[in-house]
Structure formats: structure tokens, C-alpha cells
């Protein structure tokens, strides 16, 4: 997995979270210039730790069993 494969995985994760973010801002009703830059703020810190933490899963080789469980069909009895 390439820098492209870890930088559309981040994308994926920030830009639809700095839209709920936004739109939440604007629903309150105080929406400023400032509220959308901190939306635009928490989405980039909580997209970095999702998908740092999600590369180090994968550069240590860590199991994941949640990740392995959604993958995988479920049996049936």
C-alpha cells in the first residue's frame, strides 16, 4: 500500500467528517468563518488519528479481529 492508498483513505475519512461538522455548525445557527475553521480543524486531527492508526496496525502486522469480522461472511447456522 502506496502514499496514494493512505492519502485517499485520509481523504475519505476528513472530508465527509468536516461536512457533518459544518453542517452541524450551521444548524446551530452561529455559523462564522471561524466555526467552519474549527470543523475544518477536529476533521484533519480525527482523520490523522484514524488513519495513523490504522497504518500502524498494518505496518506491525497487527491483527485487527473488528476489521477481519466486517470482511468476512457471517455463517450461517
Known amino acids: 500500500m502506496g502514499a496514494a492508498f493512505w492519502v485517499k483513505r485520509y481523504l475519505l475519512a476528513a472530508v465527509p467528517l468536516f461536512a ?3 453542517v452541524i ?3 446551530k445557527g452561529s455559523a462564522t468563518a471561524v466555526d467552519y475553521l474549527s470543523a ?3 476533521a484533519a486531527v480525527a ?3 484514524f488513519v495513523g492508526a ?3 496496525r498494518y505496518k506491525k502486522a497487527m491483527d485487527c479481529p473488528m476489521c477481519d469480522d ?3 461472511p457471517r455463517k450461517k447456522n
Open 20 to 22: 457533518i461538522l459544518a
Open 25 to 27: 455548525e450551521y444548524l
Open 40 to 42: 475544518a480543524v477536529w
Open 47 to 49: 482523520a490523522a488519528i
Open 54 to 56: 490504522a497504518y500502524r
Open 70 to 72: 466486517i470482511t468476512q
